[in-house]
């Protein structure tokens, strides 16, 4: 990988990428990146998100930093098929950057939403809050059945939609898969997976994942409650601790029943085993507050203009993923929650790029055939399997690229298509 990832600038307005996509502005930047509006030639000029991958600072391991963020990202979103989580609609790599394209939600951040309060001398209400958890936490509770931590819920990557009442939980960029269970697991560990990069938002992520970089379902579960005191309170988690004691006291900057503060303080437990374990039990103790059962037919959530009527969780067709993980099963993916346990993952050694031996048309031909069965993530399937063998024959490269197509009879006639 190239230095010109680290010296590109940011790409004018106007400019088409990938002889498809017209850049219209930028919507943010940050140490690893940048992130642009853009419109999709090839889709109506439907606007979607362009993530530009490009770490500001220099050497080898900030390259490969971006490049493993880049992939688990897309990994992640693949996979992914929720309402309330951004589609991805494409990965690939041009003019020496590395790109993801996601659906666009056209929206504010919660800190946004926030700060309007805030100007009109107002924050969140209980009720809001309360109803707020129960929009997000079915979110959640689908990632983590899938087996994927967030590990960075904050209210700058929680959405509000214009015109729409179900927030959307956006940035999986330091997201986690998790390996499938360990029956040899035992109980103390079956939440944790350990030794991973010290990620999230200090003041939101847990002291377990800060320090120590150990994170778990419980792990989000604090995280999202530190976003609902700040909401309640519309204060800093800086000023929400006793630096001393380091213990909440967010109390005293709002008012709320005694029923909905166990929740909370339940949320924030300083020990992950004293935490909440799954978003249902969180969910369970919330339809147990019998003065938010019903307070009329609707309750204001988001504008002092906006209603949101009170409706069950929508349904939807889980869409069972294409590109398989190293240790993950389809019977752990499908598995209940509840039922999970997550084993401490060593970091595997990166291998070393080699030259493959296959002529570069033809792996092009098989990325291109690949890809109409599983979509975008062709691509980075191609990568690493050749990063994995790169003095691998024709042969075994088909062999090894059909066993990444979820139907049978399609890996037959995608085999056909290319030995013939």
Not at 215 to 242: E, I, K, N, W
Not at 244 to 253: G, K, P
Not at 365 to 375: K, P
């Amino acid at each position: 990988m190239s230095q010109s990832y680290i010296i590109k600038a940011e790409i004018p307005s106007g400019t088409m990428i990938d002889n498809r996509y017209i850049i219209q502005k930028l919507l943010g930047q940050g140490g690893l990146g940048r992130t642009y509006l853009a419109y999709d030639t090839r889709r109506f000029n439907e606007a979607c998100v362009l993530k530009e991958f490009a770490p500001t600072g220099s050497g080898e391991n900030a390259l490969e930093k971006c490049r493993n963020l880049f992939k688990r990202e897309a990994r992640i979103l693949h996979q992914l098929a929720h309402p309330q989580i951004p589609r991805f609609l494409a990965c690939f790599e041009g003019d020496g950057r590395l790109f993801l394209v996601q659906e666009f939600v056209d929206g504010k951040t919660y800190s946004f939403v926030l700060r309007e309060r805030q100007d009109l001398e107002e924050t969140f209400s209980e009720i809001e809050v309360i109803q707020w958890l129960k929009s997000l936490l079915p979110v959640l509770g689908y990632i983590h059945q899938h087996n994927i931590i967030h590990r960075d819920i904050s209210p700058d990557n929680i959405m509000l939609p214009d015109g729409e009442n179900l927030p959307v939980l956006i940035d999986f960029g330091v997201g986690k898969q998790i390996a499938n269970l360990n029956e040899n697991t035992t109980p103390d560990h079956m939440s944790f997976v350990g030794k991973m990069s010290l990620v999230g938002k200090v003041g939101y992520a847990p002291r377990e994942q800060i320090s120590l970089g150990l994170c778990s379902p419980s792990s989000d579960l604090y995280a999202l409650g530190v976003t609902a005191v700040v909401l309640l309170t519309g204060r800093d988690p800086s000023f929400l601790m006793d630096q001393y004691s380091l213990e909440w006291r967010w109390r005293s900057y709002t008012k709320v029943t005694n029923d909905f503060a166990r929740v909370l303080e339940k949320l924030l437990a300083d020990t992950p085993k004293q935490r909440y374990q799954s978003s249902k039990e969180v969910l369970t103790d919330l339809e147990r507050l019998g003065q938010f059962q019903v307070m009329g037919s609707s309750t204001v959530l988001d504008f002092p203009s906006t209603v949101i009527e009170q409706k069950s969780q929508p349904t939807f067709t889980t869409r069972q993923p294409h590109y398989q993980y190293p240790q993950t099963t389809a019977s752990s993916a499908r598995s209940s929650y509840s039922q999970q346990q997550y084993p401490v993952i060593e970091p595997q050694p990166q291998p070393q790029p080699q030259q493959s031996s296959l002529n570069p048309a033809f792996i092009q031909r098989c990325q291109q055939e690949l890809a109409y069965y599983i979509g975008p993530i062709a691509s980075l399937v191609v990568e690493e399997i050749l990063e994995q063998t790169p003095q691998i024959s024709p042969y075994q490269f088909i062999e090894f690229l059909a066993r990444e197509i979820p139907d049978a009879s399609a890996g037959v006639e995608f085999r056909k298509h290319l030995f013939s």
